[in-house]
């Protein structure tokens, strides 16, 4: 089956406005069990920037506990085709922090607002470097006793909404062969399975998908058989193209200045260095010719101490290896 390849944006988008597939992508990755997800359009960002392409999208998912307990957890995916931005990725997190919408709905109007949990997903087209080459990173909290290093059970909405836990998925680092339910769906990203020079499009054998995943699978199929989805692929090759050249100049060009200003920095330090050699010669001089007139003080005092004592003149400036001062 050939579908399109959701490492676009415009391809992702598409399978993700689907609420099932959405929940279906989200569940699977988290291993939470999600009830339904709302996903928030106003929220939705496609930032482009100098030879990055980043696709952000929210959802609100409504999570069964253990304990029978419903919850609702902010979601955050990010996209990332090209090399990690972290500032970019801190930002766009606490805008989630900050933003007052994201709390608890349905509370009463005298309620103490309580602010949702945040969980991070980040799919990135790219390794992490420091790493292990392994596809899927789960970043979890542990509450440990400080003082013992022991685990701490229980639940505190103050650490819950202050802290976040991440997936992250490293779509380069993908097996052939699925080891669990996640590697099955991940099987969709899978860049090895391109079929044109363009990458659009994926060749993904449908028997190795299992069947709580055939509907994302035919989403994306939708998708690769959209003439319209197709050129929007290509604008974001041309885009991407386009910004990797101006980021390519542009480093050439602040490489030039880095020189040129590496350069006057290096002229300004030699010529500190030589003025301040310059002062340390007068310095030094300065102190010989000090030590000089300390030292033909000592040889006069000693001089006349000695023709006090009764030695003649010329005996006392012999011994002292005296000429005339």
């Not at 415009?10 to 291993?31: N, Q, Y």
């Amino acid at each position: 089956m050939r579908i399109a390849n959701p490492l676009y944006d415009s391809v992702f988008k598409f399978l993700m406005e689907d609420p099932e597939c959405a929940r279906t992508v989200i569940a699977t990755i988290t291993g939470l069990d999600i009830v339904k997800v709302e996903s928030r359009p106003s929220e939705l960002i496609a930032e482009v920037s100098a030879g990055l392409l980043v696709y952000r999208l929210d959802f609100c998912a409504h999570v069964k506990l253990a304990d029978g307990r419903f919850r609702m957890v902010l979601i955050e995916i990010q996209k990332a085709k090209e090399a990690e931005d972290i500032m970019r990725f801190r930002r766009y997190l606490g805008q989630q922090y900050a933003n007052p919408a994201n709390v608890v709905p349905g509370l009463p109007p005298d309620a103490v607002p309580q602010p949702l949990p945040v969980l991070a997903i980040y799919l990135l087209g790219h390794k992490l470097s420091g790493m292990p080459e392994v596809p899927a990173i789960q970043v979890a909290r542990q509450q440990l006793d400080a003082i013992t290093g022991k685990k701490l059970e229980g639940h505190s909405p103050f650490i819950e909404c202050l802290t976040h836990d991440s997936f992250i998925i490293q779509i380069p680092n993908l097996h052939e062969d699925a080891r669990n339910s996640l590697e099955s769906l991940l099987k969709v990203f899978d860049q090895h399975r391109k079929d044109s020079p363009d990458g659009h499009t994926l060749i993904i054998d449908e028997s190795q998908i299992p069947e709580a995943f055939r509907l994302v699978l035919r989403r994306l199929s939708r998708a690769g058989e959209s003439e319209e989805m197709r050129q929007r692929m290509t604008i974001e090759d041309e885009v991407l193209e386009n910004l990797l050249r101006k980021e390519r100049v542009a480093l050439a060009a602040l490489e030039r200045a880095d020189k040129a200003e590496a350069d006057k920095l290096k002229a300004e330090a030699d010529k500190a260095k030589a003025e301040a050699d310059k002062a340390k010669a007068e310095t030094d001089k300065a102190k010989a010719e000090a030590d000089k007139l300390k030292a033909e003080e000592n040889l006069l005092a000693a001089l006349k101490a000695l023709i006090d004592s009764g030695m003649p003149e010329a005996q006392a400036r012999q011994l002292l290896q005296l000429q005339k001062l």
